[in-house]
DNA sequence: TGATTATATAAGTGAATAATTATATACTTA
DNA sequence: TAAGTATATAATTATTCACTTATATAATCA
């Protein structure tokens, strides 16, 4: 039965911090050290929700050199319920444009 | 932050046994014992799903004599939420009428 | 009013969760 | 190759969760 498998889906995406990377990577590539700045949380609990979501294949990892990207996965089976959570929520760019003013995104990106 | 507010939303969704009592009562109303019945469950592990539910003012409930009926809140602050969250989800209306038929939904409804 | 039925709440328990600290892995650069 | 940086994993811990059993509340009916 497919609500048993959207549950669990449901249910990662039920954490502010997850949900947040979610949206944050709705148009875009964000990496680890971005998270770890944007929530100011350590860098092994930021991993940890991404490993939650990747658990899930809600999102995709892509190494450059020693940094890792991580995007939305397009080609999760659960892409169109995601994407109808998602547009629910409001916009969370500003969080990145403050990161870039304070220069903080440069180190990587 | 709305993002904020959302999350516990969606934790509540995050369980099988919630998420199919919202599909059920997307379009029609039913009682507490119609969901024992359903998902062979105690009922008071069915009285806890709903009061997280009602928690979360996802639900409403409406007592008729010694029943209490349970029904999608329209005016929750999450309704497009919840909708297109359930917009998603196969109908789970066989399970009312395999009750229908064993007899079990009419000794309240 | 007393017995029955429907539902909610309380208390207890084992499993899952999110965080932390410590450590391992992988890449880069001197 | 050694040191530094970015990220992941492991181990631990306090909290939350879903369920169970027991009990309370509320309505009905004889």
């Known amino acids: 039965m497919e609500i048993e498998k959207a549950a ?3 249910k990662v995406l039920g954490d502010k911090t ?5 949206k944050l ?15 100011q949380m350590s860098q092994p609990s930021i991993s940890q929700h991404l490993r939650k979501l990747k658990d899930v294949h809600l999102i ?17 089976e659960w892409i169109d319920l995601v994407r109808a959570i998602l547009a629910q929520l409001p916009d969370q760019q500003e969080k990145l444009t403050e ?3 304070s220069g903080a995104r440069i180190t990587c990106c």
Do not use: A, D, M
């Open 25 to 39: 990577i709705e148009h875009q590539t964000c990496c680890v050290c971005e998270f770890v700045e944007i929530f």
């Open 60 to 76: 995709q990892e892509e190494r450059r050199g020693q940094w890792i990207f991580y995007s939305l996965n397009q080609e999760s």
């Open 8 to 10: 669990p889906i449901l």
């Open 18 to 22: 997850r949900l947040t990377i979610l």
């Open 99 to 101: 990161l870039e003013k």
